[in-house]
């Protein structure tokens, strides 16, 4: 389909909300590494991971755009924090510790790439089309991260010890990236969202423990708990203000402002 | 007169911002249409941009407009943006490719794009040695999987010790 049925209009911003608003915060997070990576090519790699990231982001702005009657700067940067629907995992700072930053990727990367597998076979074509090149384009993330995490792990004990204490620190919250939208079934049964081939969750959980097995590190991860309310609901950490308070300052300064 | 041949000719003049060869061997042409009304003919370009939300785009869009606006009888130019056929790297052209490598940056052969996954399985990006544009050699590695652009990647080249670029299998 070309257009949305009016039914499936609010679940689909919704949706594609979470998929921008992810991707955002994580290039924005991304992006703190600029000029401080813990050698050149991770100062490139980071850069470049925040660059693809947030130019993903404006993508699906721009495709929500009409929807919503909104720009797609003014959705990035002209929103209250409960209006956001991203996971909490990609608000948290990691404080420019190297093992957080390479971990909250890792669950991240590969979530983000399996979303966007299910994707790139909308029913909504527009959705479709976009979402096949962004998938594309994740391969690299997930290649590069899945290296790093076996290479810490198999580097020396201080590099293994404090991979899997970063790990270990973000396994709990990592599956609410699972947490569903509003009305998220009715999109998979219109196969706007559709179902994956295999549960999405333990083919996530499997590819996360066979690349932590490579690194010898363990990774144990529960399913999200259904009824819990998190971030594709509104509900954030604290970091996600103080992060939107530093990345909307200069917006705020004068909204609408041309460049 | 004009027709779709003397347009391309024209966008195949076209160098990309970031490589050193034309959007045409870049494949990133993928149709054009001309419609005749009266004396003047409008033509629509439609273009496949390579990384979504490349900075290149908007300056790609205006070389367009500039040079098939100024074809003698061509009344308007309209430029699209579609991702349907995605773009990827086996749609550089052999002359395009030869370019390339002259320039130093090596493309992925025909056919070896990545496919966008189902599910679980791990992504295997560096596969066959990647033979060294400057010295042929394939004694080489891969320095950084990420590039002075977003489609490109750094290999070191052990024998003759230059650095070149690969673009990414996207």
């Not at chain 1, 290039?27 to 991971?49: M, Q, V």
């Not at chain 1, 973000?170 to 179902?195: G, N, Q, S, T």
Request: with cysteine; net charge negative; glycine share 6%.
């Amino acid at each position: 389909m070309d257009r949305l049925p009016e039914n499936l209009k609010q679940p689909t911003i919704d949706l594609l909300l979470a998929v921008a608003d992810d991707k955002l915060m994580l290039g924005h997070r991304n992006s703190d590494w600029t000029g401080l990576g813990p050698i050149l090519e991770e100062d490139i790699a980071f850069s470049s991971l925040a660059q693809d990231e947030i130019a993903h982001a404006q993508a699906i702005y721009e495709l929500l755009s009409p929807l919503v009657n909104k720009t797609a700067d003014e959705l990035a940067y002209g929103r209250s924090a409960d209006q956001y629907r991203c996971a909490k995992i990609v608000e948290l700072p990691d404080n420019f510790d190297w093992a957080i930053a390479i971990a909250r990727q890792f669950f991240c990367d590969h979530f983000d790439r399996l979303r966007l597998g299910r994707l790139a076979r909308s029913s909504y074509k527009p959705l479709r089309d976009l979402a096949y090149r962004l998938a594309a384009e994740e391969q690299v993330h997930v290649d590069h991260v899945d290296a790093w995490i076996v290479r810490l792990g198999r580097g020396n004990d201080e590099s293994k010890r404090r991979v899997q204490t970063a790990m270990d620190g973000l396994a709990p919250l990592a599956p609410m990236l699972f947490e569903k939208v509003d009305a998220e079934d009715e999109l998979v049964d219109a196969h706007l969202y559709p179902r994956a081939d295999d549960d999405m969750f333990h083919a996530w959980r499997d590819v996360l423990q066979h690349v932590a097995h490579e690194g010898g590190l363990s990774i144990e991860l529960s399913p999200p708990d259904e009824d819990a309310h998190g971030g594709r609901r509104g509900h954030h950490s604290e970091y996600l203000k103080s992060l939107l308070d530093e990345m909307c300052e200069v917006y705020r300064l004068e909204p609408g402002a041309a460049w | 007169m004009i027709d779709t041949e003397s347009i391309m000719d024209v966008l195949r003049e076209i160098p990309d911002p970031e490589m050193p060869i034309s959007i045409v061997d870049l494949g990133l042409v993928e149709d054009v249409r001309i419609e005749t009304n009266g004396d003047s003919a409008v033509v629509s370009i439609d273009v496949l941009p390579t990384f979504v939300g490349c900075p290149a785009l908007p300056m790609i869009e205006n070389e367009i407009r500039t040079k098939v606006g100024a074809v003698e009888g061509v009344g308007e130019v309209s430029v699209q943006f579609i991702y349907d056929p995605p773009w990827s790297v086996d749609r550089i052209s052999d002359g395009g490719r030869q370019s390339l490598a002259a320039h130093g940056v090596t493309v992925p052969e025909h056919g070896s794009k990545l496919d966008v996954p189902g599910h679980g399985a791990k992504v295997e990006l560096r596969t066959s040695a990647i033979t060294c544009p400057f010295c042929g050699s394939n004694e080489t590695r891969l320095d950084s999987p990420f590039g002075p652009t977003r489609c490109r990647m750094i290999y070191y080249c052990e024998a003759c010790r230059n650095s070149f670029e690969h673009m990414k299998r996207v």
